[in-house]
C-alpha cells in the first residue's frame, strides 16, 4: 500500500553539520542565515519558511518567509536573530500557495483575453474554504476576507471579480492562512549553539601561577598571582589561564627538565595531579586556600578579565581515584595500574583513566568528570582548557559538554588537541567551544594562506572556532627559537590578526627562548621547577603586546574570523591580507615580514573594487602600528618591512569624502 508522499524537494540546506548530526555555532547577537534549494514538479507558486525556537523551551514555532535569490537554481535564503545564549533549533518548511498559484494562472488567462468564469468559482471557493477553516484566526483577517467575498458577489463583471480578488492585502492573508496541505518539513531538525561573544573574541595570557612570585625556591600564591593582573590587564589581555592548580602527586615525581631524579624540594610537574590534600577538586596548598583562589577569581573580574582554569584528566599515583577507584585505570595482567606512555615517552607520575572501564564503572567515571567541571562552574569559573581531549572518547566529549552547557550555557571549552586534523575538527564539531590549531608550525606564507583559509572558508568555520597560541609550556617553535625578538614581534601580530582569539604563554612578553638543544622544548621549564621571572627584563615587547592588543580592541573588524581574505603581494616573504566588519565601517589591512632576518619590499594590491573606492579616488592606510600616514590612489602600493624595526605593519583604511566644500573623514 502506497503512502503519501511529500512533493517538496529541500536540499543543501546550509549551515548543517555532517547531515545534522552536529550543531553549527554562532554567538549571541548574531543573525543565523540559512540557504537551502527547494522546488517541487510543476509550475505552483510555493511559500517557504524558516522555523526556528528555543530547544529547551520547546512549545510552537517561530517562522519567517525565506526569500529566492536565486530563481535558476532554487535557492531560498531568511534569517532569525539570536538574542540568547543557549541552543535553537530550526528547520525548513515548503508547502504550496493554491491561492496565488490559482491567481497566476488565473491572470495570465484574463490578461490574455480568455473567459476566466469557471477560474473565478474556483477562486472563489478558495477564499471561502479558508475563511470556514480559519477558526483561531485573527478577528481581522477573518473580517477582511469576508468583506471580500460580498464585495465579489455584488461585482458584475469578471474584470472587477478580478481587480477584487487580486488585492495585495487579501493575497497576503490567504498566503499566511495557506492550508499547506502538501507540506514537507526538512529532516532532521537542525541546531545552532549560540555561546556568548568570549567564544569568538578574547586574548588569554597563560601564567604558571606558581611562577609569579619573587621568593627562589618557593611556590608563589594567588596572592602573587593578583600582584601581576595591573601588567597584564595593561597588555591588553582578557583571559588568565592557569595551568593546573591542584595538589602534585610524590609517587615518580619528575624532577628538573623532566628528569626521572627529584630533589626533596623540587614541586613536581602540575600535570601529575592528586595527593593526600585531594585530587581535581581541591587546591595545591602552596597556592593558597579557596578562599584565595575566590579572591584571585574576584580580582580578575574587577580589571575586566575572566579566568580560565586547565582540565587535565590525568591522576598521579596518589590521587584519591586510585584507592577509591582502581577500577577507573587501566590494569596490567598482574594487577599493577599502568602509567601514561606516549611511546618513547614514559609519564611514569601520571596514571591515564580508562574511558571504556568494565561494567557500569564508565558511567560512574564519566558522571565524575561532569561533576568536577560543574564543581568549578559553582566558583565561578566558566572557561576551560582541556588537556589532550584527543585521547578520550569523542562521545564523551558530546555528552560532558552538552550536560554542563544545560546548567551553564556559558561555559566555554578549549580543545587542546594537536593530533590529526579529523579529530581536532570531530571534537569542535562534538561541542569544544574553541580548538588549538597547527598555527604554531605555520610559518611560510603558502601554509599560511592555505590553513587559514581552510578554517575561515570551508565546512569547519560553522564549528570550529581557532585560539591561535604563539607558544605554550611545551612548545617553542624553531622560528622563535631563532628568529629573537623580531619573529617574537611578527608570530604575535600574525595570532592577534589571523584569530579573533589568541594566546601567549607567559615569557613570550620576554622573547624567552633558551630550548633544550634540538627540541622545541624550554629549557628549565617551569613545568617541572619553580621560576622567578624578571618581568622587566631587557628586550621585553611588553608595550607592543599592549599596543597590537589595543588596535584588536579598537577595530571590530578584527573580532571575527571567517571575514580573513587574503591579498596579492609579490615577495614570497610578504604575506598581505585584510578583514571588514558586517556593516562595511571598519576595514584592516595587515602586513608582515614573514623573514625574521632579512628586510624585504613588495607592492601589495589593496581590493579597492570589492570595497568600492573608485580608481581615481584617494584614501589614506593609517598604520597603527606607527601611527603613520600613507595617502594612496589605485590598487598598487609598495611596502618596506625591516624585521629589526617592525615586522608587520596594521593599516586602518580611511577614506577621504567630499561634503560641503571641506574634507571629512570616513573611518573604515
Known amino acids: 500500500m502506497l503512502n503519501r508522499v511529500n512533493p517538496f524537494i529541500i536540499e543543501n540546506v546550509s549551515p548543517c553539520i555532517d547531515g545534522g548530526r552536529y550543531p553549527v555555532k554562532r554567538e549571541v547577537g548574531d543573525v543565523f542565515t540559512v540557504r537551502a534549494t527547494v522546488f517541487k514538479e510543476g509550475h505552483d507558486v510555493i511559500v517557504v519558511l524558516l522555523r526556528h525556537r528555543e530547544k529547551a523551551a520547546g512549545g510552537p514555532w517561530s517562522e519567517s518567509p525565506m526569500t529566492l535569490k536565486n530563481a535558476g537554481l532554487d535557492i531560498y535564503e531568511g534569517s532569525f536573530s539570536l538574542p540568547k545564549n543557549t541552543r535553537y533549533q530550526y528547520t525548513v518548511e515548503a508547502y504550496t500557495d493554491l491561492y496565488k498559484s490559482w491567481l497566476n494562472d488565473t491572470t495570465k488567462k484574463f490578461d490574455s483575453h480568455q473567459d476566466v468564469e469557471s477560474e473565478l468559482i474556483e477562486g472563489y471557493s478558495l477564499i471561502a474554504e479558508t475563511l470556514d477553516r480559519a477558526v483561531s484566526a485573527p478577528d481581522i483577517y477573518k473580517s477582511y476576507i469576508q468583506s471580500f467575498l460580498t464585495a465579489v458577489d455584488e461585482a458584475s463583471s469578471q474584470a472587477e471579480k478580478m481587480a477584487l480578488m487580486s488585492d495585495s492585502k487579501l493575497v497576503e492573508i490567504l498566503t499566511i492562512l495557506s492550508a499547506r496541505g502538501d507540506s514537507t518539513v526538512f529532516e532532521p531538525t537542525l541546531e545552532v549553539f549560540v555561546d556568548r561573544v568570549r567564544a569568538r573574541y578574547g586574548t588569554w595570557y597563560e601564567m604558571f601561577p606558581r611562577s609569579q612570585g619573587k621568593k627562589p625556591g618557593v611556590s608563589a600564591t594567588f596572592k602573587d598571582c593578583i600582584e601581576r593582573l595591573t601588567e597584564i590587564r595593561y597588555m591588553g589581555f582578557d583571559v588568565v589561564y592557569l595551568t593546573p592548580i591542584h595538589p602534585i602527586g610524590v609517587t615518580k615525581r619528575k624532577g628538573p627538565n623532566n628528569s626521572l631524579v627529584c630533589g626533596p624540594n623540587d614541586p613536581g610537574c602540575p600535570y601529575a595531579i592528586g595527593s593526600d590534600f585531594g585530587g581535581h577538586k581541591a587546591i595545591e596548598p602552596g597556592l593558597g586556600t579557596f578562599e584565595d583562589f575566590a579572591g584571585f577569581e574576584a580580582a580578575c573580574k574587577e580589571k575586566g578579565m575572566e579566568v580560565a582554569i586547565d582540565f587535565a584528566i590525568n591522576c598521579s599515583p596518589d590521587h584519591p581515584y586510585v584507592k577509591e577507584h582502581p577500577d577507573w585505570f587501566f590494569k596490567r595482567p598482574d594487577g599493577t595500574i599502568k602509567y601514561a606512555e606516549n611511546p618513547p615517552k614514559k609519564y611514569e607520575d601520571i596514571y591515564p583513566l580508562n574511558f571504556y572501564a568494565p561494567g557500569d564503572s564508565w558511567k560512574e567515571l564519566w558522571a565524575e568528570m561532569r561533576d568536577i567541571i560543574l564543581f568549578w562552574c559553582a566558583r565561578n569559573v566558566r572557561i576551560f582548557r582541556v588537556d589532550n581531549p584527543h585521547t578520550k572518547p569523542v562521545p564523551f566529549w558530546q555528552w560532558l559538554i552538552a550536560e554542563v552547557q544545560d546548567q551553564y550555557p556559558d561555559a566555554i571549552f578549549l580543545s587542546e ?40 572558508q570551508d565546512e569547519v568555520s560553522e564549528c570550529l572556532r581557532c585560539n591561535l597560541f604563539a607558544n605554550t609550556p611545551d612548545i617553542l617553535p624553531q622560528i622563535l627559537q631563532q628568529g629573537g625578538r623580531p619573529a617574537f614581534k611578527m608570530r604575535l601580530a600574525l595570532a592577534a590578526t589571523l584569530g579573533a582569539t589568541y594566546g601567549i604563554y607567559n615569557g613570550f612578553e620576554l622573547c624567552e627562548n633558551t630550548a633544550i638543544q634540538g627540541k622545541e622544548e624550554y629549557l628549565n621549564s617551569e613545568k617541572y621547577d619553580y621560576k622567578v621571572w624578571d618581568w622587566d627584563r631587557e628586550g621585553n615587547i611588553k608595550d607592543y603586546v599592549a599596543r597590537v592588543n589595543r588596535i584588536r580592541h579598537e577595530n571590530v573588524a578584527l573580532h571575527y574570523n571567517k571575514n580573513l581574505r587574503f591579498y596579492n603581494s609579490y615577495d614570497e616573504n610578504i604575506l598581505f591580507y585584510g578583514k571588514t566588519s558586517d556593516d562595511g565601517s571598519n576595514t584592516i589591512f595587515v602586513v608582515v615580514n614573514l623573514d625574521p632576518f632579512k628586510a624585504h619590499q613588495s607592492k601589495v594590491y589593496i581590493p579597492t573594487q570589492e570595497l568600492g573606492i573608485k580608481d581615481d579616488e584617494t584614501y589614506e592606510l593609517l598604520n597603527l602600528i606607527t601611527d603613520e600616514w600613507l595617502l594612496c590612489k589605485g590598487q598598487e602600493t609598495t611596502i618596506t618591512l625591516d624585521p629589526a624595526v617592525e615586522p608587520a605593519f596594521i593599516f586602518r583604511l580611511i577614506r577621504w569624502v567630499h561634503k560641503e566644500e571641506k574634507f571629512d573623514y570616513f573611518h573604515m
Do not use: C, D
Open 417 to 456: 588537541a594537536f593530533t590529526r586534523p579529523p579529530m581536532m575538527e570531530v571534537l569542535a564539531k562534538a561541542g569544544f567551544t574553541q580548538s588549538y590549531t597547527y598555527f604554531t608550525w605555520r610559518n611560510f606564507k603558502h601554509e599560511i594562506i592555505g590553513y587559514f583559509t581552510h578554517l575561515t
